[in-house]
Nanobody, 124 residues
């Protein structure tokens, strides 16, 4: 099982990016997918998740109203649309898969597979 993130980069404050999480060699069907992030000097934190069981989405308070998680119909790709980016969103972003399909609570130990991460930098 391999997860691959793409779509990161450098953006100015207030800008947007769309992160993509794709599965290599399998589909994401039956998995809950989440995005985590780790800023320099900080613990990794959960950002958002989408359940395969009932489609429920979850967002950390810090990103509510600005980020949107979604999956394509074939569940081959999961997206994280990030709007109105702030400097505090600067971090390495990771996608992760939970084989139970629920995706919450958004705790690292719940997730079984992880991507290698991708850098998002928001400059002021």
């Amino acid at each position: 099982v391999q997860l691959v993130e793409s779509g990161g980069g450098l953006v100015q404050t207030g800008g947007s990016l769309r992160l993509v999480c794709a599965a290599s060699g399998f589909t994401l069907e039956d998995y809950a997918i989440a995005w985590f992030r780790q800023a320099p000097g900080k613990e990794r934190e959960g950002v958002s998740s989408i359940s395969d069981r009932d489609g429920t989405t979850y967002y950390a308070d810090s990103v509510k109203g600005r980020f949107t998680i979604s999956a394509d119909d074939a569940r081959r790709t999961v997206y994280l649309q990030m709007n109105n980016l702030k400097s505090e969103d600067t971090a390495i972003y990771y996608c992760a898969a939970d084989i139970t399909g629920w995706g919450t609570p958004l705790l690292e130990e719940r997730f079984d597979y992880w991507g290698q991460g991708i850098q998002v930098t928001v400059s002021s």
